[in-house]
């Protein structure tokens, strides 16, 4: 069973910076990708950003390209995603997921993603 632990959340203030992280656990954990979603009050859950396991591919949601940065140690099974220019429409719940699928299609869709971490709280004031 795989296992995805967020760290990193917190309070901030617009324009400023966090960064989150996302271990994995398991006895055998070999992704095809690892990834971030968010879900904001009110809303869905969205996509925010993936990288492939291999590789240098990485994916981002139109909202937060240019201020994300998704990034990976595969030693230490940890996704990172740092976030700059942080807008207080970025205040949400952030998870972390795991996924066995190609996501070079469908990386957006929630369903293509097998494993789910419990999120870490986002919050930025204005």
């Known amino acids: 069973q795989v296992q995805l632990v967020e760290s990193g959340g917190g309070l901030v203030q617009a324009g400023g910076s966090l960064r989150l992280s996302c271990a994995a656990s398991?006895?055998?954990?070999?992704?095809?990708?690892m990834g971030w979603f968010r879900q904001a009050p009110g809303k869905e859950r969205e996509f925010v950003a993936a990288i492939r396991w291999s590789g240098n591919s990485t994916y981002y949601a139109d909202s937060v390209k240019g201020r994300f940065t998704i990034s990976r140690d595969n030693v230490k099974n940890t996704v990172y995603l740092q976030m700059n220019s942080l807008k207080p429409e970025d205040t949400a719940v952030y998870y972390c997921?795991?996924?066995?699928?190609?996501?070079?299609?469908?990386?957006?869709?929630?369903?293509?993603?097998?494993?789910w971490g419990q999120g870490t709280q986002v919050t930025v004031s204005s």
């Open positions: 398991g006895r055998t954990f070999s992704p095809y990708a």
């Open positions: 997921a795991a996924t066995l699928h190609d996501i070079r299609v469908g990386v957006s869709f929630e369903y293509r993603w097998n494993y």
